[in-house]
């Protein structure tokens, strides 16, 4: 073989040696230069409570029962009936109280001119002594008013800090029917709803003093 043609050959061999060489150069560049896929991103997710729920909102146990009561959309008449008579700060102290929270049906249950009477300012007396009718001393769970209940036949007599009586019945299923001083009844919806400074029992009539 000639000198000549070894030379030639030579060359095309380096030159096809250096253009792959550039194409793979130009590969890992490319590689180099791509962003990383982007992470996909997690789902938003509002955060785990395990509070209990009443009328849609968290009913936090280190809040005040006017607080919670305040964000709880089925309890606004309360909210409202507790600030026109002016119990709030009452209801914001330590207490403990028992209260049985009557929701907004259960006001739609009073005649229409009778609630507005109630919320007018010369029904102030008179809607004060409903709702404290409402609120017993101290903090009693439903554990606690069936036990108490299991001793007395069945029923327990709470004295409410309006001064008149309220009797609690423990039924068969645990549930808790209240009956008050003009022989009305009223049912527990929702029991044991703890709060900072007592413990709210939701119920669907509102029960009346004499």
């Not at 789902?43 to 280190?62: E, F, K, L, Y």
Request: aromatic share 2%; proline share 8%.
């Amino acid at each position: 073989m000639s000198a000549t043609r070894v030379t030639s050959r030579f060359v095309g061999l380096t030159a096809v040696s250096i253009a792959a060489l550039l194409a793979v150069a130009a590969c890992s560049k490319k590689e180099e230069a791509a962003p990383p896929p982007a992470e996909p991103m997690a789902p938003a997710t509002a955060p785990a409570t395990t509070d209990p729920m009443v009328g849609g909102a968290p009913m936090s146990p280190n809040a005040t029962i006017v607080a919670n009561a305040s964000k709880a959309a089925n309890l606004t008449t309360l909210v409202n009936a507790v600030q026109t008579a002016g119990l709030a700060d009452t209801l914001s102290a330590t207490g403990p109280f028992t209260v049985f929270a009557p929701d907004n049906a259960a006001f739609e249950k009073i005649p229409a001119a009778t609630r507005e009477g109630l919320m007018a300012p010369a029904g102030k007396a008179a809607l004060t002594k409903i709702l404290t009718y409402h609120v017993v001393p101290g903090r009693l769970t439903a554990a606690d008013l069936a036990a108490q209940a299991q001793a007395n036949g069945g029923k327990v007599e709470l004295t409410t800090v309006e001064g008149e009586t309220l009797t609690a019945n423990v039924n068969p299923d645990g549930s808790v029917t209240l009956t008050d001083a003009k022989g009305g009844t009223s049912r527990v919806t929702q029991a044991d709803v703890m709060q900072s400074n007592g413990v709210v029992h939701v119920i669907d009539t509102v029960v009346m003093p004499k």
